[in-house]
């Protein structure tokens, strides 16, 4: 077995442990978003996955406030663990506009720097998953949708890729997006009202 080989069996690992956290809502969920990059950093620059490994970077600094975020929550003389809500329609607005910019920014560094061979479908989903982790840290339900789609483009990427691993990872992430969008709306549901 290759060093490769073992640490994307490493990442796939840590990565079905990430899902289930963030499915249940745990704030361990950040704990794995700093070893999870760490791992993937070096997978994703060895097969010339550039703005992957370039994403990996941001996740490590989003994890820290991610774990802010959800742990001290609101603001105000009394902090609580931030609740579960919907994005509403600014956020939606402001989210698209943020993806569209980083999809045509990092899409452009990958034509004129690098010699990827997907520059599309790795700035889509690194201009995506920038998106998505920044709602999963203020844990808007909607989350999931973004991961839904993220997690399809990502499954066929790395297929195409040769990453049996990880591929097989996101295609179980795909299925758990639905399941954990319906979760989060129940969670969201029975949590206390303020």
């Given at each position: 077995?290759?060093?490769?080989t073992i640490l994307?069996?490493?990442?796939?690992?840590?990565?079905?442990?990430?899902?289930?956290?963030?499915?249940?809502?745990?704030p361990?969920?950040?704990?794995?978003s700093?070893?999870?990059?760490?791992?993937?950093?070096?997978?994703?620059y060895?097969?010339g996955?550039?703005a992957?490994?370039?994403?990996?970077i941001?996740?490590l600094?989003?994890?820290?406030?991610?774990?802010i975020?959800w742990?001290r929550?609101t603001?105000?003389?009394?902090?609580s663990?931030?609740p579960i809500?919907?994005a509403?329609?600014?956020v939606?607005?402001?989210?698209a506009?943020?993806m569209?910019?980083?999809w045509?920014?990092i899409?452009?560094?990958?034509?004129?720097?690098?010699?990827?061979?997907?520059?599309?479908?790795?700035?889509?989903t690194?201009?995506?998953s920038?998106v998505?982790?920044w709602?999963?840290a203020r844990k808007?339900a909607?989350?999931w949708l973004?991961w839904?789609?993220?997690?399809?483009?990502?499954?066929g990427?790395?297929l195409?890729k040769g990453?049996?691993?990880?591929?097989?990872l996101?295609?179980i992430?795909?299925?758990?997006a639905?399941?954990?969008y319906?979760?989060w709306l129940?969670m969201m549901k029975?949590q206390?009202q303020?």
């Open positions: 077995m290759t060093p490769d994307e069996i490493l990442g796939f690992t840590v990565g079905l442990l990430y899902l289930w956290w963030e499915y249940h809502a745990d361990k969920v950040w704990l794995a700093v070893v999870m990059p760490m791992i993937s950093m070096w997978i994703y060895s097969r996955l550039y992957d490994f370039g994403i990996n941001y996740y600094l989003i994890a820290v406030y991610g774990f975020s742990t929550g603001s105000g003389t009394h902090r663990p931030r809500t919907h509403r329609a600014g939606w607005a402001g989210a506009c943020a569209l910019l980083l045509g920014l899409w452009w560094i990958l034509v004129s720097f690098t010699d990827s061979t997907v520059p599309v479908a790795d700035a889509f690194t201009a995506l920038i998505g982790l709602m999963l808007y909607e989350q973004v839904f789609v993220v997690d399809i483009v990502c499954s990427l790395y195409y990453l049996g691993f990880y591929c097989i996101y295609a992430y795909t299925v758990i639905l399941l954990g319906r979760k129940r029975a206390p303020g």
